[in-house]
C-alpha cells in the first residue's frame, strides 16, 4: 500500500482547508488511518485518526471541535476538513496507516510523504 497526501496550501487564520489521502492497494477493515503534522523544530503530532473498518474517530486535544477526519472505502481516501485555523496549524502533514487505535507514530507503518500546510494572513 501507498499514501498519497494532497490539499495543503496557503490559508488565512480562520479559513478551512480539506487534506485528502489516497491509497493504492487494500486496506483492511482491522486497519487505522491517521493524520499526523510536524511542525518546523518540532517532534510530529498526532492529529487525527479513524478506524477503517467501523469509522470511528478520534482527534487530538489542539484540533478539538475544529477538525474531522472522514474516509470514503468506495475511493480508498480519507480525508482531514481543517476549519477555524490558527497560525499554530502551520505544519506538514502526514496520512499514515497503521494497525492500532493509537496516536503513537511508532504504530504506524505507511506514511505518505507529507503535504505543507500554512496558516497566514
Known amino acids: 500500500v501507498q499514501l498519497q497526501a494532497s490539499g495543503g496550501g496557503l490559508v488565512q487564520p480562520g479559513g478551512s482547508l480539506r487534506l485528502s489521502c489516497a491509497a493504492s492497494?487494500?486496506?483492511?477493515?482491522?486497519?487505522?488511518m491517521g493524520w499526523f503534522r510536524q511542525a518546523p523544530g518540532k517532534e510530529r503530532e498526532f492529529v487525527a485518526r479513524i478506524a477503517w473498518g467501523d469509522g470511528r474517530t478520534y482527534l487530538g486535544d489542539s484540533v478539538q471541535g475544529r477538525f474531522t477526519i472522514s474516509r470514503d472505502k468506495t475511493v480508498n481516501t480519507v480525508y482531514l476538513q481543517m476549519s477555524s485555523m490558527r497560525p499554530e496549524d502551520t505544519a506538514v502533514y502526514y496520512c499514515?496507516?497503521?494497525?492500532?487505535?493509537?496516536?503513537?507514530?511508532?504504530?504506524?507503518?505507511?506514511w505518505g510523504q507529507g503535504t505543507l500546510v500554512t496558516v497566514s494572513s
Open positions: 492497494g487494500r486496506i483492511y477493515s482491522s486497519s487505522v
Open positions: 499514515a496507516l497503521g494497525i492500532q487505535r493509537s496516536a503513537d507514530t511508532r504504530d504506524y507503518r505507511i
